[in-house]
């Protein structure tokens, strides 16, 4: 029956990550996880998985109060039948990646906790990926550990983001091809408002060249990089002053 229950969770579990590339799974996807995990919690009553996929809807819901608390101990606490291994880290990714994404100051150190807890167990990770064969789930070591040089850039502890973004770049060397590696270099080096500060730091310009991709013109890069931000920025302001002008027009025929 636990056996049963687990199957059952690895089937929730795989038909969220058909969507993991969006952020949010579709309807259907969510609505079969969830036939998936009601049905685990009928055969083992407060199951792992089930218990962690409910807490990752209120994620996808974004009920932050509720979800944070509800994964912190769907992920920590003990249960009948435990949760698939790499459930666990897609997880803990995603509310990471949530928390990130808000740009709360406040939640910056709870995000280190969450990311460092998901970096131990990347070698899961890496394992359940090579069984279920999702290229996402193998993407994940390099997402957490990039995250949490992130974090750290935020927090202004230099050090341990220029360490930490220097071991994700070395394992997307492994893990990506060339133009994926380059494009998430570029990332980094120009675009991530987390790293804003960070890029600041004189040690960020040796470290740019050391995980630069071989034959990367930072001059060049650079001016391509500017005059692709300076369009970004007129087209952002040109849509915002069209919503303005619709939504003053709105208000006069009312």
Not at 30 to 47: F, H, I
Not at 98 to 107: F, G, I, Q, V
Not at 150 to 159: D, E, F, G, P
Request: net charge negative.
């Amino acid at each position: 029956v636990e056996l049963a229950a687990e199957t059952l969770g690895e089937m929730a579990y795989e038909r969220i990550l058909k969507d993991h590339s969006r952020g949010k799974p579709g309807r259907i996807s969510r609505e079969r996880a969830k036939e998936y995990t009601d049905a685990a919690e009928v055969l083992v009553a407060g199951n792992g998985a089930t218990k962690l996929m409910r807490a990752m809807f209120l994620l996808y819901d974004e009920d932050f109060d509720d979800a944070y608390p509800a994964l912190d101990k769907a992920t920590t606490g003990a249960a009948p039948c435990p949760a698939p291994q790499g459930l666990v880290v897609f997880a803990l990714t995603m509310q990471a990646r949530s928390m990130l994404e808000r740009k709360n100051a406040d939640l910056d150190a709870a995000v280190v906790d969450v990311l460092k807890r998901a970096i131990d167990m990347k070698q899961i990770a890496f394992d359940e990926a090579s069984r279920l064969d999702k290229d996402e789930l193998r993407s994940l070591p390099y997402e957490n550990l990039y995250n949490l040089g992130c974090a750290y850039a935020r927090q202004k502890k230099n050090t341990d983001a220029l360490e930490r973004l220097g071991e994700a770049m070395k394992l997307a060397k492994l893990l990506f091809e060339e133009d994926r590696y380059g494009n998430s270099f570029r990332y980094m080096w120009f675009w991530d408002e987390d790293l804003e500060e960070l890029r600041k730091d004189p040690k960020f310009e040796e470290f740019a060249k050391t995980h630069a991709p071989k034959g990367f013109d930072f001059v060049k890069e650079l001016e391509k990089a500017q005059k692709e931000k300076a369009r970004q920025d007129k087209a952002k302001a040109e849509q915002e002053a069209a919503n303005k002008k619709a939504k003053e027009k709105e208000g006069a025929g009312q």
